[in-house]
């Protein structure tokens, strides 16, 4: 494939700046950055009025992350992390994205700007439509935005022949309307970001322990003996979670982390909240660390297994009642293969070993987990091989003890247990055909992946995107471009500007939503809207704001807004009251979801309730055999061809996943810029460069012809394992092939990518690097001013 010449963007990354890396995380300046965006993004007397609300019971539920919330008793005043601030800054911006900025910039030249630029110019505030050949997005009136969703949905030839994709902010009201409409309509095409995010988990653990979530309550990190932290950035992406590594240690507990990097939440923490965090050298938090190669983690667990085993540290009684397939396991770790565990973890023998021994040690062990694990193509097997070691020790229901993924979006569980999936079991859908009267279809729906091949093939021909950033956000970033461009309408419900307006259908609507900082009233008064944290724990939310713009609707009135106009009064379902008041969907989404009887009531109590999970509470395993399963899988070296690096794509410490907050990941000491590469110095100096110099990446992927490259990024030196390569999501994406997917899972396996290094061009190693992706277009360079608070 032909590659076309390179664009300019908005902000120089000639101003980016390298320092060293930090070794522990928070603390003051973590403070000072959090406030100096809210005063900047929304002024004082917003911060005032959405900080002191924020993860508090009578307030609403911080939009970023899915780390859970104290009980109401045990919470602070200030209950919120660094970039839990940033998230509420950005929502409740004072910018606005109008009419006016649309009809100012075309959509090809927003097209050129960076997605941090994008961000930058604030909330959406009116429905906005482009019509086929147009060059401008212009405005339209709801009734007018609904009655063309409801035409372009109505003239399809088949129901799949839509695809309705969930990011994980929506509330579950919201996602409950939503699956409601794609299943009315008659689709199971519900896409959402789980698929790329926590997938692998969901379809591991249903397997081995017969419920795809968490079997873990935040109490359990107050008594566990051991923490394990595997493939997870907390610092950065889960920061709460230190202040609870912090109070294991100060009793006792001993913390484990796995991670090519050494993180700065994984090493110190100095929590802003107590005076010993803002003076003293705060709380050392790991152990142990083990720098592993990526994609080791399954031959670790298994490692460590054969160790216990070995060691004969295993609990015969959990082992005999509750699980089935251990000798099948027992006799595959006792054969294992320590060459090949050695080479695919690039640890030492005694290392694992070590590690082993804080397991056999410890009477209770949490074992958390995150993207580092989930986006392999082993993906699936390394954490059946978690839950293996878990289940030989019985870690599992009870105290201090267990399995905890740790979730991505604030809501990406409530969404799935509220039906946002693809494959919801039968007997969800037979609860939603006896509460609605109408059979739903049977047959599985697209993911993520499959939505994305479904529309380059002309196949699915209608978009609709509740929240999220599709075009950024999924693998091979010009394989979606492509397929986006070749539907007939897209339609993004969203509250910014983002790179998914401008990579659309022939025709694309954006409709502004209110988000969680907003007050949300309908025509029965104030509503409050509920969510599901990584622990299971349902609670309330509402927000303090007024709207964005008086134009705004909510996501519910939104989807039953569509609901009407595409479906009339098929099956005389209640669209319009259940907008009015979300207790009638809470009286749907009681009788339909399991474990949620009672649901208005148990909801809005402070705090709220936690959903049933049967190994949690009782041992009791919903698998086929109805005991937890051993599972045995292989021990694979990945192997890399010489001249290549493994490379993980992965968050900086100033986004939120394709939002760009700012330009600073301060804990990797990187200031002004993100187009950089982290590899071992021996790394550098073996493929004949130096730190500094600027190299396009390129994948290699044998299925098919394409060479996949981003271009222009900077080496940074850094300590990374031999072999190995960290760059940032989602400038990196357009190396992620879409064929390129967990095993069992279908997830992107965007943390193991084959890449290899040459040197940028002088044309485009000026500096002067592309805003967008390194996705680069054929329109050559042009001039823009740089955003002012760059300036
Ligand atoms: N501020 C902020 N918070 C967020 C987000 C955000 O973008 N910004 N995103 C949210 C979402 S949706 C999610 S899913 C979570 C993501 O939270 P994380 O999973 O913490 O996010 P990542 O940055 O993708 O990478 C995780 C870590 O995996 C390590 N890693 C990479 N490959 C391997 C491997 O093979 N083995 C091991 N053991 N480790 C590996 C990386 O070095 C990195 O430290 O955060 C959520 N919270
Ligand atoms: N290479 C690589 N790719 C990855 C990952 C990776 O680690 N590496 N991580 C993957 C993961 S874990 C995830 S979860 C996905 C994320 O995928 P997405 O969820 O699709 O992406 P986000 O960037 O979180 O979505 C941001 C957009 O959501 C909209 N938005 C924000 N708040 C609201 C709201 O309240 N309501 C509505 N309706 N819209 C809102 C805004 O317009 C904003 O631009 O990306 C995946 N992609
Ligand atoms: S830890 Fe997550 S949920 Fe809690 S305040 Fe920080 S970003 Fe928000
Ligand atoms: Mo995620």
Redesign the pocket.
């Known amino acids: 494939m032909k590659q076309p010449k390179r664009r300019t963007t908005d902000y120089d990354e000639s101003d980016l700046r390298v320092t060293h890396p930090e070794h522990w995380a928070a603390g003051v300046p973590g403070v000072a950055v959090s406030l100096k965006r809210s005063f900047e993004r929304m002024g004082a007397s917003r911060t005032a009025r959405t900080l002191t609300k924020l993860n508090q019971a009578e307030g609403f539920d911080c939009?970023s992350c899915a780390w859970p919330d104290p009980d109401p008793g045990h919470r602070s005043f200030a209950e919120f992390c660094e970039n839990g601030a940033k998230a509420v800054a950005e929502?409740a911006t004072t910018d606005r994205a109008t009419p006016e900025f649309f009809a100012r910039h075309s959509i090809a030249e927003l097209d050129e700007r960076s997605e941090y630029w994008l961000?930058q110019q604030g909330r959406?505030t009116n429905p906005m439509v482009k019509q086929p050949g147009d060059t401008h997005y212009r405005p339209i009136d709801w009734e007018g935005a609904f009655a063309l969703i409801g035409r372009e949905l109505r003239a399809l030839d088949s129901p799949d022949e839509a695809t309705f994709?969930t990011?994980?902010?929506?509330s579950n009201e919201?996602a409950f309307a939503y699956q409601l409409l794609a299943r009315a309509f008659g689709t199971n095409n519900l896409p959402d970001?789980?698929n790329?995010?926590?997938e692998s988990t969901s379809i591991a653990l249903q397997e081995s322990i017969g419920i795809g979530k968490a079997s873990v309550v935040m109490s359990d990190l107050e008594t566990a003996d051991l923490i394990i932290i595997a493939g997870q950035n907390p610092g950065t992406n889960h920061p709460r979670m230190l202040t609870h590594l912090e109070m294991a240690k100060e009793r006792g507990a001993k913390i484990l982390t796995i991670n090519p990097l050494r993180e700065a939440g994984l090493t110190r923490f100095k929590n802003p909240q107590r005076p010993s965090g803002v003076v003293g050298h705060g709380t050392a938090l790991s152990d142990l660390h083990l720098p592993i190669r990526i994609n080791g983690d399954l031959a670790l667990f298994q490692a460590i297994g054969s160790l216990l085993v070995e060691w004969d540290a295993l609990d015969h009684d959990f082992i005999e009642r509750h699980t089935t397939g251990f000798d099948a396991w027992k006799k595959h770790v006792e054969a294992l293969d320590w060459d090949a565990v050695l080479a695919s973890t690039g640890l030492t023998r005694e290392e694992i070993t070590r590690a082993a021994e804080m397991l056999r040690d410890s009477r209770g062990t949490v074992f958390c987990w995150a993207?580092g694990v989930?986006?392999h193509r082993n993906g699936v097997a390394t954490i059946k091989e978690i839950t293996n070691v878990a289940l030989a020790q019985g870690n599992i229901g009870r105290d201090g003890a267990g399995l905890f993924p740790v979730r991505?979006?604030s809501n990406?569980q409530g969404d799935r247990t509220m039906g946002i999936w693809e494959r919801v079991p039968d007997a969800f859908l037979d609860s939603l055909q006896a509460e609605f009267g109408f059979d739903p279809p049977r047959e599985h729906g697209l993911d993520t992946v499959d939505s994305v091949r479904a529309m380059r093939d002309g196949k699915v021909k209608v978009f609709v995107?509740?929240?999220?950033?599709?075009a950024?956000?999924?693998?091979d970033t010009d394989v979606t471009a492509t397929a986006l461009r070749r539907t007939r309408l897209t339609v993004?419900?969203?509250?910014?500007?983002?790179r998914?307006h401008l990579v659309c259908g022939e025709i694309a609507l954006i409709l502004p939503?209110?988000?969680?900082t907003e007050k949300d009233v309908q025509a029965t008064g104030p509503q409050w809207i509920s969510v599901e944290d990584s622990t299971c724990s349902v609670h309330s939310s509402r927000g303090p704001l007024p709207p964005a713009g008086p134009l705004l609707r909510s996501?519910v009135a939104i989807i039953t807004g569509i609901a009407e106009a595409a479906l009339g009064d098929r099956y005389g379902i209640d669209w319009s009251p259940m907008r009015q008041d979300y207790r009638r969907i809470r009286e749907h989404i009681a009788r339909v979801v399991p474990g949620c009887e009672s649901y208005e009531v148990n909801a809005r109590r402070p705090g709220g309730f936690v959903m049933p999970h049967p190994p949690r509470d009782s041992r009791t395993f919903p698998t086929e055999s109805g005991a937890a399963e051993f599972v045995v899988s292989p021990v694979e070296v990945l192997h890399v061809p010489d001249g290549h690096l493994l490379l993980q794509?992965?968050?900086s410490h100033d986004q939120?996943?394709?939002?760009i907050y700012g330009l600073s990941d301060r804990y990797r000491g990187i200031e002004g810029g993100r187009r950089v590469v982290f590899l071992h110095r021996d790394d550098i100096a073996a493929l004949g460069f130096d730190d500094g110099d600027h190299v396009d990446l390129s994948t290699r992927w044998d299925d098919d012809d394409i060479e996949r490259t981003a271009r222009d990024f900077r080496i940074v030196e850094y300590d990374t394992p031999r072999g190995t390569a960290a760059a940032y999501?989602?400038e990196?994406?357009p190396l992620?092939p879409l064929d390129h997917v967990a095993e069992g899972s279908h997830q992107?396996a965007?943390?193991s990518v084959i890449v290899s290094l040459s040197r940028a061009d002088s044309t485009s190693s000026s500096g002067v690097t592309s805003g967008q992706n390194g996705v680069d277009s054929e329109e050559g360079e042009k001039e823009h001013p740089r955003p002012k608070h760059l300036s």
């Open positions: 939009m929502e961000g959406i994709y990011s994980g902010r929506a919201a970001c789980s790329m995010c926590h993207m989930t986006q991505g979006h990406v995107g509740l929240g999220g950033n599709f950024q956000a999924t693998p993004q419900i969203s509250t910014k500007v983002n998914s939503t209110l988000g969680r996501e794509t992965m968050r939120f996943n394709t939002t999501y989602p990196t994406n992620v992107p965007s943390k």
